[in-house]
């Protein structure tokens, strides 16, 4: 269902009104494990918006063209195509299951003179792969050392920049962020530019480790800027500043308490990912119990809205929710501990050019547009 | 103090979750892993380096507590271990915790240790004494299985260079449910082959043929409760000809070690050292009493202290099954 007309509005996360487009997935309270979607992206264009899911399936959606007689209206997205893109694995010799889970799906640009494909499914190693040249890749980084017992950190997250087709890059598990670029050296294991923001002393933990783990980073659309996500918060990074972020932004700080607890039940582990939206005014990233954070970078206002089904009439606006850290629980807030924390939010995706919004629940994936649209 | 328990604890929890790694569908994930092995380090350099610790976290039970051997007592863990707590601050014993009795406890010899067994001295001593060489005795047979278990356990996923010491196929050892995390570091259940038992000092792993069957109800309550001691249920230890304290103290002592030993040296057991690199500040010091553990259970059979180093003595369980880690 296609979000009602409003009027014209300004651009950014919080002036907007959300309302509930479309969800799609089964109902079912017991999901299955391959149903699980794990990646969601917009095409350059937005037109295209596809998921991937543990079971190994890629879905692709697009968006029907504008409905004349409802001018207002934006077009739904519908599945134009399914097919099975993993098959599980089984490496005998070396009794590995390699997994059908799809990691990550990016959309080649239809116009770019670029080739290439950046493959980062790795812990340690980048390689750049020719589109026409299948059977081998060029190592760009590697950080596997010679004795592995000394292995203290991961590769994460990787990305090229928008613009420069030779700068990358690439995240790592103890919350550093190097740039490389590939034509200063063959090999980009010495990076050009590190990031890295000194720990803050007076909150170590035995977690402190895990979560500055870095789970996620994208550059701005207009590359001047990249987001990291790590477990409790969202920073952006000016690209000529390495020794702090420009801003941080508090995803669900009063998780900070609870970190025994989520290491016990394995959501410190959890993965979330961030995304910019069109005009980099606005980021956004999943919570728990289907809960996800818009931080408008201009006002410095953030909201939490939900994914749920309960939510899910036709144009009915999303209503922003609180979470209760502690103390007296008003009415509509919730209390943390009474948040879900099976019902998580690691995907999320913004379309390029307009307000609106796809969003991963487990199983479902939720649609969200702006109600001025 | 509580320090001392929430690291207690999440050293349980994380021992656990990479046994747990082994079994899973896809192998070892090398960056969890790398993730709770940090924890490890963490949980590791907050139980040594707490000066004060409670009845059953022992630094240096040899420097009070057995005069006999002062030669033999180093400074403390080996190099590279972080601060060990001075001797000093652990000859003075703090309260008693109000749910654990504490009445003297009769000399305990080491089996095959040629010198005298310590002086009953006092009652927060002896208990510190009896406690010690109780644990460290307990230690030791865990040890003499290892090779077996380090042998069999291995699950060469993805981080075969990880954890080299594992050929074969994934098996998961008996004694230990399938898959569930969270529960395992809770209560792990044995199942099969033989009768629970208690990781406590009057029931010593079993001879090396299943050296996984570690007493999984003894733990109780599990660490993710933190119950005191005091709290974990009595079990009925299976005697062992050697060291077999009496009394209430000796029976305190063996819930205290459940609550320790109990999943985690067998765990320990299986992993042999991994990611060790992280777990030790000098090369050479996480290697050398990996080492040392494990030329000590060919030569000697259970109970005996055939451990050479003196460092290993002197050492309570926690920090040698880190050691071992």
């Known amino acids: 269902m296609a979000g009602a007309g409003g009027g014209g509005c300004p651009a950014g996360g919080n002036d907007l009104q959300w309302c509930f487009s479309q969800v799609k997935g089964a109902v079912d ?53 399914t097919f099975q893109s993993h098959e599980p694995e089984f490496d005998y010799l070396k009794s590995l299951e390699i997994e059908e889970k799809i990691n990550k799906i990016r959309w080649l640009p239809q116009q770019s003179a670029a080739h290439f494909l950046l493959s980062t499914n790795d812990d340690l190693r980048i390689n750049l792969w020719h589109l026409e040249i299948t059977d081998r890749s060029f190592n760009i980084v590697d950080i596997k050392p010679a004795n592995m017992e000394e292995l203290t ?10 613009h420069q087709c030779n700068v990358l890059v690439y995240s790592s598990s103890k919350g550093t962020i190097r740039l490389c670029d590939m034509r200063s050296s063959a090999l980009c294991d010495r990076h050009s530019k590190f990031f890295e923001e000194p720990e803050d002393p007076s909150s170590r933990s035995f977690f402190s480790e895990i979560i500055s783990s870095v789970s996620d980073v994208k550059f701005s659309h207009s590359g001047r800027y990249m987001m990291t996500r790590d477990y409790l918060s969202v920073k952006v990074w000016d690209l000529n500043m390495e020794s702090r972020p420009v801003e941080t932004h ?28 069109g005009s980099d005014s606005a980021i956004m990233t999943g919570s728990y119990n289907n809960f996800f954070r818009m931080f408008d970078r201009t006002t410095w206002r953030d909201v939490t809205l939900e994914a749920s089904r309960e939510n899910s009439k036709p144009r009915a606006s999303l209503k922003p929710r609180r979470v209760c850290a502690g103390g007296k629980r008003k009415k509509d807030e919730v209390s943390v501990d009474s948040l879900d924390f099976s019902k998580k939010i690691l995907h999320t ?14 199983n479902n994936l939720y649609i969200f547009q702006d109600k001025a649209n | 103090m509580e320090f001392k328990l929430e690291a207690h604890r999440i050293v349980s929890i994380s021992l656990g979750k990479i046994y747990n790694s082994r079994v899973q569908r896809g192998g070892i994930k090398l960056h969890k892993n790398l993730l709770v092995s940090l924890v490890l380090r963490s949980a590791r350099q907050v139980y040594l380096s707490d000066p004060c610790p409670g009845l059953y976290l022992t630094g240096h039970p040899g420097a009070p507590a057995l005069p006999q051997q002062p030669g033999d007592s180093v400074a403390g863990p080996p190099a590279g271990w972080g601060e060990p707590p001075p001797p000093a601050a652990c000859a003075a014993w703090p309260e008693p915790e109000p749910q654990l009795e504490l009445p003297a406890v009769p000399e305990v010899p080491r089996a095959g240790d040629a010198e005298p067994a310590a002086t009953v001295t006092g009652a ?31 699950v060469p996923a993805g981080g075969s260079d990880v954890f080299p010491q594992g050929p074969g196929a994934a098996r998961r050892p008996c004694g230990w449910p399938p898959g569930d995390e969270d529960k395992m570091s809770a209560s792990p259940r044995v199942d099969g082959c033989r009768a629970p038992r208690p990781a406590g000092p009057e029931s010593p792993v079993p001879p090396p043929v299943c050296p996984r069957k570690r007493g999984a109800e003894g733990v109780g309550g599990g660490p993710s409760d933190c119950p005191a001691p005091g709290s974990t249920p009595l079990k009925k230890p299976r005697r062992n ?5 009496v009394g209430a103290a000796a029976t305190a002592a063996q ?18 050292s991994s990611f060790s690199g992280l777990l030790r500040k000098s090369p050479g010091g996480g290697r050398e009493e990996a080492e040392g553990e494990e030329s000590g259970p060919e030569a000697a059979e259970p109970g005996q202290n055939y451990c050479d180093k003196p460092v290993l003595r002197d050492i309570n369980p926690w920090s040698t099954a880190i050691v071992a880690f």
Request: charged letters at 25%; a negative charge; one cysteine or more.
């Open chain 1, 250 to 277: 508090q995803v669900h700080e009063y998780l900070r308490s609870k970190l025994c607890s989520l290491y016990e039940n394995d959501c410190i582990f959890d993965k979330f990912e961030c995304c910019w939206n």
């Open chain 1, 153 to 162: 950190e991961v590769i994460t997250a990787a990305e090229f920049h928008p």
């Open chain 1, 29 to 81: 309270e017991d999901v299955a494990e391959a149903d699980v979607i794990s990646t969601v992206e917009f095409s350059h264009s937005g037109d295209l918006l596809a998921t991937g899911d543990k079971g190994g399936r890629v879905v692709i959606f697009q968006r029907e063209q504008e409905n004349k007689s409802r001018p207002h209206s934006r077009g739904e997205y519908n599945v134009y195509s």
């Open chain 1, 349 to 362: 995706a913004w379309h390029p050019a307009e307000n609106t919004i796809a969003v991963a629940a487990t």
């Open chain 2, 255 to 272: 819930e205290e070690e459940e609550m320790e030993t109990g999943n985690v040296a067998s765990l320990i057991s299986i992993f042999g």
């Open chain 2, 124 to 154: 927060g001593d002896t208990l510190l004494s009896g406690e010690a060489e109780a644990a460290e005795a307990a230690w030791r047979r865990v040890e003499g299985p290892r090779e077996t278990a380090v042998g069999g356990a291995g």
């Open chain 2, 241 to 245: 000809s050697e060291e077999q304290p």
